[in-house]
T-cell receptor, first 109, second 116 residues
Framework: GQNIDQPTEMTATEGAIVQINCTYQ??????LFWYQQHAGEAPTFLSY??LDGLEEKGRFSSFLSRSKGYSYLLLKELQMKDSASYLCAVRDGNYQLIWGAGTKLIIKP | SAVISQKPSRDICQRGTSLTIQCQVD?????MFWYRQQPGQSLTLIATANQGSEATYESGFVIDKFPISRPNLTFSTLTVSNMSPEDSSIYLC?????????????FGAGSRLTVL
């Protein structure tokens, strides 16, 4: 079956760096997405990776290794507003989106 | 990106009743997607709504339980029928934008349903 694993919850300190990992096993691969979801709100798009390597977008970066079925989202200079759930999603060989359960990130002062 | 207006934002419903959720998009889109998000769980696709044809349902979801309308390219409704407490969840509509494969989903704000 198809599967996406990410940690359930992580805690980090304001101003620090945190890395949220995502591993996947899918039938085919057509890209990996990261979404941010604040409590009580809709998910919003953060990043997309389809080739191996690092994509940087301001304080957020996303890395992909297709051979390892692995991605991470790196958040730098953490701010209190970064407290949210981070969802990893993979588009499989049939272009279906497979979603992880999300990682709840708690930022402490 | 598209702006999606979804309502109701939340509701408390009695067992056995039905509720219709509406989504309005500010641009014309071919497909609209309906998701369910149960507490602490993944987003689960319920169905894909195409204008002018019947919705395509995912495994585990049936039209009798979740009838969908798609009368035009900017609007869709999802009805949760004969509700039970197990239907308590957040329901989200979404649309895709961008190039095939790299399509990004834009979501409505969600409808949080509690069934008593």
């Amino acid at each position: 079956g198809q599967n996406i694993d990410q940690p359930t919850e992580m805690t980090a300190t304001e101003g620090a760096i945190v890395q949220i990992n995502c591993t996947y096993q899918t039938s085919g691969f057509n890209g990996l997405f990261w979404y941010q979801q604040h409590a009580g709100e809709a998910p919003t798009f953060l990043s997309y990776n389809v080739l191996d390597g690092l994509e940087e977008k301001g304080r957020f970066s996303s890395f992909l290794s297709r051979s390892k079925g692995y991605s991470y989202l790196l958040l730098k200079e953490l701010q209190m507003k970064d407290s949210a759930s981070y969802l990893c999603a993979v588009r499989d060989g049939n272009y279906q989106l497979i979603w992880g359960a999300g990682t709840k990130l708690i930022i402490k002062p | 990106s598209a702006v999606i207006s979804q309502k109701p934002s939340r509701d408390i419903c009695q067992r056995g009743t039905s509720l219709t959720i509406q989504c309005q998009v500010d641009s014309q889109v071919t497909m609209m997607f309906w998701y369910r998000q149960q507490p602490g769980q993944s987003l689960t696709l319920i169905a894909t709504a195409n204008q002018g044809s019947e919705a395509t349902y995912e495994s585990g979801f049936v039209i009798d339980k979740f009838p969908i309308s798609r009368p035009n390219l900017t609007f869709s409704t999802l009805t949760v029928s004969n509700m039970s407490p197990e239907d308590s969840s957040i329901y989200l509509c979404s649309v895709e934008e961008g190039a095939t494969g790299a399509n990004v989903l834009t979501f409505g704000a969600g409808s949080r349903l509690t069934v008593l």
